[in-house]
C-alpha cells in the first residue's frame, strides 16, 4: 500500500503515536562534540526535533542494537564449594520502532538474520522491531547499494518505507504493520504525482552513485584471482586496524572474552566484536596461525563479502553502504578494488 | 594535462603525528589519507585529512603581511610588503635593545608545530633576551620533568609490543586528541581490548570514546575512575598507600632499585583512604581493587594525558604518578610496561637553539634577574621558558619591568592563556606586537603587524615534536603557500639577518635543517627522500632491569635534586590537597565543579573557521549528567551559562550518561568565528597561586554555577 504523509504530521502526529507503544531509536547527533556529533548515530529519540532525517551516513550501523558488541552472557561467582550462574542477557522490555533506516542497512538486517536467526535473544529483539525505513535523499560519497541490489530502493525489509519527496514522505508498506500503520487518520492516499516525485528522487540518487561494478563479473573474477597481485597492493596499504570490521553492518565476527575479579571469585563471560584484520584473529592452539600475512587476511575480508556467502548462502554479503571505505584510514575503498579486479 | 602526485607527510593537528598521504592534483591538495608504511594510529585520520585539506584551500588565509592603519583592535589594516614588515620590526627591536636592553623584546611561542619553536629560541638566545614565554607551564613540562627526576629520562614509552595485561589511561582522549606521553596508540589499545588479556582502566571525567567505530566508551573498560577535577594527584597517593599498606610491591626491587621509599612509607601513613575517598569522589573499593591490579598484573603501565597538569600542583601530582610507575616497578623492568629510549642523535631543540651560542649566553644569561617572573620557576627557568601569567603580570603591573615588544608565533594568547580579559589588557601595552598566524584571531585583532604564516605542508621542515616521543619526522611541502605567506622559521631566519644576527643564522632553512640532522649523518634532502622518519630505540632487556639515568642511578621515589629548586624532593599529600581549595570549593553558589575537554575536532583554539571542521562541530558544547541536568530544569541541546567566581561563559548542553554529577565539562578553544561568549578563559585566573616548580595554574577544577542561557545566537 502506497500512501503520504506531511512531514509536519510525520513529526507531531505519527511521531506521538509511536512514542506512546514504542521505544524509538532514529539518527541524531544529540550528544556532544564526539565522533558521534560528527556522524550522526542511530540512538534512543526522545525528541523529534533530535530526529535528523536528512543525514547520509552514520558511522555506526545499527548492528550494535541487535548484536551489542561488549554483551555479557553470564556472570559466574564462587559460592562456598559451588559455582553460581547468572545469565545476564537481557530482553527488551518494550518494542523498538527503528526510523530511518537507509535501505543498505536495512538489507544488511537480512544478512545478521541468517546469522544469528538460531539465537532466541537476537530473534526475539527482531520480532519486536518495527523498521521504518528511509530512501536516501541522495548518494553518499562512498556507496554502491546499486551495484549490489541493496538500493536506492528496497523491495522487502521493511514494516514502512518512507521518501522524501519535499514537504511530506512517501510510505510504502511492506509488512502487516506497516499496513495498519497506514490506516491511520493522517496518512493521505499517495497521488500519481506523489509516485512520481518518488520515483524521480530514487532516480537521482542512483545517477549520483558512483563507481557502479557489475557484481556478476565482480563473482566470477574473484572465483579466479585468488593469488592476484594486486591483493598485495592494497594489502600494503592496509594498517589492520579493523575500522572496516567495526563499522560494517553486515561483520558479525566477535570473540568471547572472560572478565574475571583479580581472584577470580567472580566473572563475566562476554562477546566482544572482533576483526579479522588482526593478526590473533584465526590464530589456532599450537601457535599455528591461518592467516599470518596480513594480505591473506586482507583478501579473506573481502572474500567472505563478496565470494563465501555466495557459495554458501546464495547472496553476497557486502550491502555496499561504503562505510568500510570512508573509516579507513587509508581509504582503502572496495569500489577500486572490484573494477581493477 | 592533469597531474597527481602523492605525497607522504606527517600529520599535526593532534599530538599522535600520524603519517599522510597527501594526494595533489594540478597543484590542489584534495585527498589526504594514511601515509602508507609509516606509523598511524588511525586516530581521526579524517580530521587530519579535514585539517589539512580545509586549511590549505581555505579562501580566509592571511596572504599578505598587514599594518594596522586604526586603532588597537579596530581591524582596519593596510597590507604591506615582506621588507617593510621586516624593516619595521628590526627597527623597533634595535631600538628597544638599545634604549631598555634586550629581554624587553619578549618571544610568544606556542606548541611547537615545525621548526619555529627552535628558530625563536635561537633568535632569543642571539639577541640576548631570557624571556620566551611557552604553554609549557601547562602542556607536558610537568609530566615530562616529573619522569626525568624520577626514572632520569623523557623518553619513556609504553612497551605494547609486550602485550600489557593492565593499562591505565589518565586524562588523555586518545582515539581524538592525540596518546598519552607515554604513546598508547588507538591501534595497539585496540588489538589489546580484542585479545582479551588486557585489563583496561580509565581515568577520566568524561566517558570518553575508546574506540569511536566500535562505540566503545571508557564505561566499557574494566574500571572507569572519574575523580574529582583536579585531585589526580591524592588519588595517585590513595593508589600508592594501597600498595605500600598492603605489602604488595616487590621488596627485593624496592631496596636494589629505588630510593627514598621510606620516606614515602612514611608520607602515606598521614592520610586515610577514607580521606582519598571524600576528595577524589573516587569510592575506596575501586582504589583498592585498581591499586592491586597495579601492583599485581605485569606487565602493567599508566600512560597520562596532559589534562591532569592544569592546577597548582601539577608538578607533584605528576611526580605523584611517577612515583607510582616506579613503586610497580613498570619502568625499564624485564616485567614492565615502560621502557626508556635513545632517540635520533641529531641536535635536538635544546641543543639547536643554545649551543653554540655560549658566549651570546654568557653575555646575555637567563638569570631570574633579567627574566620575568624572576627565580618564581625554578624548573621552567631550567626547561628554558617562562610562564604565560608571568608576561601577563609583567605587562598588567609593570614589575619586573614593562615589556615592549611582543613576537607571537603560532598560537592565540587572547583565547588559550589563563583570563582573557586580562591577557588582552595586557597584550594592549606592547609598543609593538607582531602576530604571524594563518587565520586572523583573537590575537591578531589587537596586533599592530601581522605576518600571513604558511602551514606545515607548504614548505619542508623537520618534525621533532613531542620531543619527548623520540622521533623525528620529514615534514614536505606539498603545495604552495596561498599569496605571500612565509614559514615561520623563515620569517625568523630573515628578521635575525635584519637585526645584525645574520652569523647566528643562515642563509636559506634548509642550510639550518642540514645542520640540525649533521649528527646523523644525513643532509635534509637525503633525509626527506630516503629516510622519513626516525624512531627511538628501545633499550629494554628481557634478562634485567635496565637501570636509571638519575644521579643516584636509581628510581628517585624521593628525589634530593629537587630540593635543591626548592621544591619538595616528595609529593605530599598536604599540597596535593591544594588544588581544591579556594576558588575550587564546592559552596551554595558554586555548587558544581567546571572542568574542560580539548575538542575532538578542531586542534586546542585554532582552526575555528576552517569549514571542513566547523561543519563537524559547530557549536561549543558543555557536558553534563543527565540526571543533574533535569534537577536544573535543562533539557539535552540547551543552552546554558557556566559561571565561576571570574566570569560566566555560554555552551550547549549535552547530556553524558555516568558522568558524575557535580561535573560541568566545559570545551576549550572557542572564541574565534563566533561564539565568543563561549571562551573557556573567561572562567579562569591568570594570578597567583601559582605552580612555583613549572609555572602551572588552577584552569580546570573551578567551582561553578549553571544556569540557562538565552539560545540567540545559534
Redesign the interface.
Known amino acids: 500500500m502506497d500512501k503520504v504523509i506531511r512531514k509536519h504530521d510525520f513529526l507531531k502526529l505519527l511521531f506521538a503515536d509511536l512514542k506512546e507503544k514504542y521505544h524509538i531509536i532514529g539518527p541524531t547527533r544529540?550528544?556532544?562534540?564526539?565522533?558521534?556529533?560528527?556522524y550522526p548515530?542511530f540512538d534512543d529519540i526522545d525528541r523529534a526535533?533530535?530526529l535528523e532525517m536528512g543525514y547520509t551516513t552514520t558511522?555506526?550501523s545499527l548492528k550494535?542494537l541487535y548484536f551489542p558488541?561488549?554483551e555479557a552472557l553470564y556472570q559466574y561467582q564462587r559460592v562456598g564449594t559451588e559455582v553460581e550462574l547468572v545469565n545476564l542477557r537481557q530482553a527488551w522490555d518494550k518494542e523498538k520502532v527503528i526510523l530511518g533506516l537507509h535501505p543498505c542497512d536495512i538489507s544488511a538486517l537480512a544478512v545478521l538474520d541468517k546469522v544469528f536467526g538460531l539465537d532466541q535473544y537476537y530473534t526475539d529483539k527482531r520480532n519486536k522491531s518495527l523498521i521504518i525505513g528511509l530512501t536516501c535523499d541522495s548518494a553518499c560519497s562512498r556507496g554502491f547499494c546499486s551495484s549490489v541490489n541493496s538500493g536506492p530502493d528496497a523491495q522487502s525489509g521493511f514494516d514502512l518505507l518512507l521518501t522524501d519527496i519535499g514537504d511530506g514522505y512517501f510510505c510504502r508498506s511492506g509488512s502487516e504493520r506497516g499496513e495498519r500503520l497506514l490506516s491511520l487518520e493522517y496518512f493521505k492516499a499517495a497521488a500519481p504525482e506523489d509516485i512520481q516525485a518518488r520515483a524521480k528522487k530514487l532516480q537521482k540518487t542512483e545517477d549520483e552513485l558512483k563507481g557502479r561494478f557489475s557484481l556478476d563479473e565482480v563473482t566470477s573474477a574473484l572465483a579466479e584471482k585468488y593469488n592476484d597481485s594486486l591483493w598485495d597492493e592494497f594489502a600494503?596499504?592496509c594498517?589492520t586496524?579493523?575500522?572496516c570490521n567495526?563499522?560494517c553492518p553486515t561483520c558479525t565476527c566477535f570473540?568471547i572474552?572472560?572478565?574475571a575479579k583479580?581472584d577470580h571469585s567472580q566473572g563475566k563471560r562476554v562477546v566482544?566484536?572482533?576483526?579479522c584484520h588482526?593478526?590473533?584473529f584465526a590464530q589456532m592452539a599450537g601457535n599455528f596461525n591461518l592467516r599470518e600475512e596480513k594480505k591473506s587476511r586482507f583478501k579473506h575480508r573481502i572474500y567472505d563479502k563478496f565470494h563465501f556467502s555466495l557459495v554458501r548462502q546464495g547472496k553476497v554479503s557486502c550491502v555496499g553502504c561504503g562505510r568500510c571505505a570512508d573509516?579507513?584510514?587509508?581509504?582503502i575503498d572496495i569500489r577500486e578494488a572490484m573494477s581493477r579486479l | 594535462m592533469a597531474t597527481r602526485k602523492e605525497h607522504i607527510t606527517f600529520c599535526h593537528i593532534c599530538g599522535n603525528h600520524c603519517a599522510l598521504t597527501a594526494v595533489v592534483e594540478n597543484g590542489k591538495l584534495v585527498e589526504v589519507k594514511a601515509g602508507a608504511g609509516y606509523p598511524a594510529n588511525m586516530c581521526s585520520i579524517q580530521k587530519g585529512a579535514d585539517h589539512l585539506i580545509g586549511t590549505v584551500n581555505s579562501p580566509d588565509r592571511l596572504t599578505k603581511p598587514l599594518r594596522r592603519v586604526g586603532e588597537k583592535g579596530s581591524g582596519k589594516w593596510e597590507e604591506i610588503s615582506w621588507d617593510e614588515a621586516l624593516d619595521t620590526i628590526a627597527e623597533k627591536l634595535i631600538d628597544v635593545k638599545e634604549k631598555f636592553g634586550p629581554e624587553y623584546v619578549i618571544m610568544v611561542l606556542g606548541e611547537p608545530k615545525g621548526m619555529e619553536f627552535p628558530f625563536a629560541q635561537r633568535f632569543a638566545t642571539a639577541f640576548g633576551t631570557p624571556n620566551t614565554i611557552t604553554p609549557g607551564n601547562y602542556c607536558g613540562v610537568q609530566s615530562t620533568e616529573a619522569l626525568r627526576y624520577t626514572f632520569g629520562s623523557r623518553y619513556i614509552r609504553a612497551r605494547m609490543e609486550g602485550n600489557p595485561g593492565l593499562v591505565t589511561i589518565w586524562g588523555s582522549n586518545i582515539a581524538h586528541t592525540g596518546g598519552t606521553f607515554s604513546q598508547i596508540g588507538r591501534n595497539d589499545l585496540n588489538r589489546l581490548i580484542v585479545g582479551g588479556d588486557t585489563k583496561l582502566v580509565v581515568i577520566d571525567p568524561k566517558n570518553i570514546e575508546l574506540w569511536p567505530e566500535k562505540g566503545m566508551h571508557a564505561a566499557d573498560a574494566d574500571y572507569w575512575l572519574r575523580p574529582r577535577p583536579s585531585s589526580d594527584g591524592i588519588l595517585a597517593m590513595g593508589f600508592i598507600k594501597v600498595i605500600i599498606d598492603e605489602k604488595l610491591y616487590d621488596p627485593d626491587y624496592i631496596e636494589k632499585w629505588t630510593v627514598g621509599f621510606e620516606e614515602l612509607r612514611q608520607e602515606v601513613a598521614t592520610f586515610t583512604l577514607e580521606e582519598v575517598e571524600k576528595l577524589t569522589w573516587v569510592p575506596k573499593k575501586d582504589i583498592q581493587e585498581v591499586a592491586r591490579l597495579m601492583a599485581t598484573v605485569k606487565p602493567a603501565l599508566i600512560g597520562n594525558g596532559n589534562s591532569l597538569e592544569g592546577n597548582i600542583e601539577a608538578f607533584q601530582m605528576a611526580r605523584a604518578l611517577a612515583v607510582l610507575r616506579g613503586l610497580i616497578g613498570s619502568v625499564n623492568t624485564p616485567y614492565g610496561g615502560l621502557v626508556d629510549q635513545i632517540p635520533p642523535n641529531y641536535y635536538p631543540p635544546g641543543a639547536f637553539m643554545m649551543s653554540d651560542l655560549k658566549e651570546k649566553l654568557k653575555e646575555y644569561p637567563r638569570t631570574p634577574e633579567r627574566t620575568i617572573g624572576g627565580s618564581d620557576f625554578s624548573i621552567a627557568a631550567k626547561f628554558g621558558y617562562v610562564p604565560t601569567q608571568a608576561l601577563v603580570d609583567a605587562l598588567l603591573t609593570e614589575k619586573p619591568y614593562l615589556p615592549k615588544v611582543g613576537l607571537t608565533f603560532v598560537n592565540n594568547p587572547l583565547l588559550t592563556y589563563a583570563d582573557s580579559i586580562a591577557t588582552e589588557e595586557a597584550f594592549k601595552k606592547f609598543e609593538l606586537l607582531v602576530v604571524s598566524e594563518l587565520f586572523h584571531t583573537a590575537t591578531t585583532r589587537i596586533a599592530d603587524i601581522v605576518l600571513p604564516a604558511a602551514v606545515l605542508s607548504e614548505y619542508d621542515g623537520i618534525a621533532y615534536w613531542p620531543a619527548w616521543f623520540g622521533n623525528l619526522r620529514a615534514n614536505v611541502k606539498v603545495v604552495d603557500p596561498p599569496g605571500e605567506a612565509w614559514p615561520d622559521h623563515k620569517m625568523v631566519n630573515e628578521l635575525a639577518k635584519r637585526v645584525g644576527l645574520g652569523q647566528y643564522f643562515w642563509e636559506d632553512e634548509i642550510m639550518a635543517m642540514d645542520y640540525m640532522l649533521e649528527p646523523l649523518g644525513m643532509t635534509w634532502e637525503y633525509f626527506r627522500d630516503n629516510v622519513r622518519y626516525l624512531h627511538g630505540e628501545s633499550l629494554y632487556d628481557p634478562e634485567k632491569v635496565i637501570g636509571y639515568n638519575t644521579r643516584s642511578g636509581k628510581v628517585q621515589l624521593y628525589c634530593e635534586e629537587l630540593a635543591k629548586s626548592k621544591v619538595d624532593p616528595l609529593p605530599r599529600f598536604k599540597d596535593l590537597v591544594k588544588p581544591l581549595m579556594g576558588p575550587c570549593e564546592i559552596t551554595e553558589s558554586y555548587p558544581f565543579i567546571m572542568t574542560n575537554y580539548k575538542s575532538e575536532v578542531f586542534m586546542l583554539s585554532g582552526y575555528r573557521g576552517v569549514k571542513e571542521l566547523r561543519i563537524k562541530s559547530p557549536t561549543p558544547t558543555v557536558y553534563m549528567n543527565p540526571d543533574a541536568a533535569k534537577e536544573q530544569g535543562f533539557k539535552d541541546g540547551d543552552w546554558i551559562y557556566i559561571e565561576t567566581f571570574k566570569g560566566r561563559i555560554r555552551q550547549k548542553l549535552a547530556l553524558q550518561p555516568g558522568m558524575h554529577p557535580k561535573v560541568v565539562n566545559v570545551e576549550f578553544g572557542w572564541g574565534d568565528y563566533g561564539y565568543e561568549d563561549a571562551n573557556n578563559n573567561l572562567l579562569t585566573e591568570y594570578s597567583r597561586p601559582w605552580d612555583t616548580a613549572t609555572g602551572c595554574l588552577t584552569l580546570r577544577g573551578l567551582a561553578c554555577k549553571v544556569y540557562l542561557a538565552p539560545d540567540e545566537g545559534e
Open positions: 544529540k550528544g556532544g562534540g564526539t565522533s558521534t556529533y560528527a548515530t526535533i533530535d558511522m555506526g550494535k558488541d561488549n600494503d596499504k594498517y586496524c579493523g575500522a567495526m563499522v570473540t572474552n572472560e572478565k583479580g566482544v566484536w572482533d576483526s588482526f593478526e590473533r573509516f579507513c584510514p587509508s581509504h
